[in-house]
């Protein structure tokens, strides 16, 4: 079903065009900070105490947790790869997974950068020939395109700092 006033072909078009227009954007140079190590996605679970889905990661190396609070829409979209399931018709992050393909670029990894004021921050690092081009991302965003994608979950030490505790009022 469309949305009243967006055609289905124009909104994959105009994200295709948005994609090709961006100029490459070379990545980051690598800091002292430890190189971001690969993760694994251990799953989708509902949080006991507050019934917000959360994304449960492990890194490979040091076996370090990683634990977002997701929105539900996202656990979906992160659940359903997991179990390999196809939907009869794309999702958000099918399409845009097929539109990111067809304007030429491959999704090569997606990197948990941050941890601030208790939001995780990610990059989806794309390729197109010899440039990669960052684009910032939700991490649920970036963790639902790279299963898809069969692309590495990356975490950057600040994204694997322990989050601030929550004060009791």
């Known amino acids: 079903m469309t949305a009243p006033g967006f055609r289905r072909c124009g909104c994959a078009a105009a994200l295709a065009g948005l994609l090709l227009a961006l100029p490459p954007t070379p990545a980051s140079p690598q800091n002292a900070s430890p190189a971001p190590q690969e993760m694994e996605v251990l799953g989708v679970a509902t949080d006991q105490q507050s019934g917000q889905p959360m994304v449960l990661l492990r ?7 990683l634990t977002m609070v997701i929105d539900p829409s996202a656990a979906v979209g992160i659940a359903l790869p997991l179990q390999g399931v196809t939907p009869p018709r794309p999702f958000t992050h099918d399409l845009l997974l097929t ?4 304007a030429g670029y491959t999704l090569e990894k997606v990197v948990i950068t941050d941890l601030k004021e ?6 989806l690092i794309l390729r197109r020939g010899a440039e990669p081009l960052e684009i910032d991302s939700r991490p649920s965003d970036a963790i639902a395109l790279a299963l898809r994608a069969g692309a590495p ?3 950057a030490e600040g994204a694997l700092k322990a989050p601030p505790e929550e004060k009791s009022p």
């Open 59 to 65: 890194g490979k190396t040091d076996r370090r947790a």
């Open 99 to 102: 539109v990111i393909r067809r």
């Open 118 to 123: 208790n939001t995780y921050f990610a990059t």
């Open 153 to 155: 979950i990356l975490a």
